[in-house]
């Protein structure tokens, strides 16, 4: 074990995107005008471009060396052979173990959706690697939540499925602990089962409100079975499993 520099990182250029009217247009590495400055470099095949969050070439030459530190991981102890590990490869690895489990689909798109919204948010406020992931950016980052879950129920559970990323960067030896996200305190029920009385209420206004709907036969796997019968059964097997109707008919 040593302590050392890690040397992967990639070469990082500072260009320039000119305002209107500048008179150094066309040239995006002019370093007099006080356009905005950016920073872009490769890794693996893909580009990426950050702003600077600056004018000043100066500035945007120490927000270079930063970004340098961040993407070649600062000195800290490591083994030969070591690698930075980008958030965008990083969720990409998590999405693929999770169809190897065979998560349902569904399941996986929430996984996608909700991860994409951090990597974007992170790579906004210029954290690429998954070591730069900080308690501080995931409280900003759950300060977002709001707005695209209004439900506090929902956001408790976006919240498990963000710490289920981390926890796996974690056991991947990729993080050193894993950051700890907000608490979500839960002020609305979750959706009880029915009471008796309501599941009463249901049968009859199934069979008793249209006694001639469900008459009749119909046929499922090659089977013919009694229509009233069947969704019977159904809504028993909804009832108590906890199925939805869409699971529940597949049996």
């Known amino acids: 074990m040593e302590v050392h520099r890690m040397s992967t990182a990639p070469i990082i250029t500072i260009f320039v995107r000119h305002s209107e009217g500048c008179k150094y247009k066309g040239d995006e590495f002019a370093r007099r005008c006080q356009c905005r400055k950016h920073l872009r470099w490769s890794q693996n095949g893909t580009q990426y471009r950050r702003q600077a ?7 945007a030459e120490q927000a ?4 340098e530190d961040q993407l070649s991981g600062k000195p ?4 030969p052979g070591d690698n930075v590990h980008y958030l965008r490869e990083s969720i990409d690895l998590f999405l693929q173990d999770k169809q190897v489990q065979s998560v349902t689909a569904g399941v996986l798109g929430k996984y996608t959706r909700e991860l994409a919204r951090l990597q974007t948010y992170c790579e906004t406020h210029g954290a690429f690697v998954i070591s730069g992931v900080t308690r501080e950016l995931l409280t900003g980052f759950c300060g977002t939540w709001e ?4 439900s506090s129920y929902t956001r408790s559970k976006v919240r498990e499925r963000v710490r289920g990323f981390l926890r796996y960067c974690y056991e991947a030896q990729w993080l050193p602990r894993i950051p700890a996200l907000p608490k979500i305190n839960v002020d609305e029920p979750p959706t009880m089962p029915l009471t008796d009385e ?7 206004a199934l069979f008793v409100a249209n006694p ?6 119909t046929s499922t796997q090659g089977i013919t079975v009694d229509r009233r019968a069947w969704l019977h059964a159904l809504i028993q097997l909804m009832r108590w499993s906890g199925l939805s109707i869409q699971d529940a008919v597949t049996l």
């Open 76 to 79: 800290v102890e490591t083994k």
């Open 212 to 217: 001639r709907r469900w008459d009749g036969k």
């Open 198 to 204: 309501e599941y009463k209420q249901l049968l009859d």
């Open 64 to 67: 270079k060396r930063d970004l």
């Open 53 to 59: 969050g600056t004018r000043s070439w100066s500035e």
């Open 147 to 150: 707005t695209a879950y209004p």
